[in-house]
């Protein structure tokens, strides 16, 4: 397959590469979970830095990047990550029983943690568009308190706002419908954003 990114960085980089040319004539939204949500901001701020922002982004399930993590989770052995995994919930036992599917998963884990864990943010540009928190009540990655430090991140374009789900870090999961229609009124929300961002960002 494809080499992994060296970073975090160089996976935004990619995806915004990627995404840049649809702005012309589609109204980007990005959503990520977890370790999605600081790709997803990252991918944010290089567009917006291209003068291509996105209508919307929707972060979940991890804290903001301005709030300091570290951690060597991905230089430790299987047992911690397998420990880790199960502490967050919401991967299936007959995937962990299975030896060559443990380690499967467990390798692509700690390839996760490694861009999360030795990501920083560098200064740049906020993403210029409103940004959405999602958040499961119980999630121990982010608490629905914690997400004020994302909304700081939104740089006042056109507002942030926070949606909590009954669950843990994979609410997702569970509330699948209520997350859909949480998604969708903020889509149509946001394709009204573009001609508001042309007012607010000339």
Known sequence: GDPLPRDLDALAAEIADAVAALTDRLPVVLFGHSMGALVAYETARLLAARDRPAVRLVVSGRRAPTVRWGGTLHLQDEDVLLADLERQGGTAAEILADAEMRRTVLACLRDDYRLVETHRTAPGPDPRCPLSVFSGDA??????????????????????????????????????????????????AALAFPAQAEAMFP
Do not use: I, K
Not at 176 to 188: I, M, N
């Open 139 to 188: 999630d121990p990655e982010l608490r629905p308190a914690e997400a004020d430090a994302w909304h700081r991140l939104a740089g006042g374009a056109g507002g942030a706002d926070l949606a909590v789900f009954p669950g843990g870090h994979f609410y997702l999961q569970a509330r699948r419908a209520e997350v859909v229609e949480a998604l969708v009124s903020r889509l149509d």
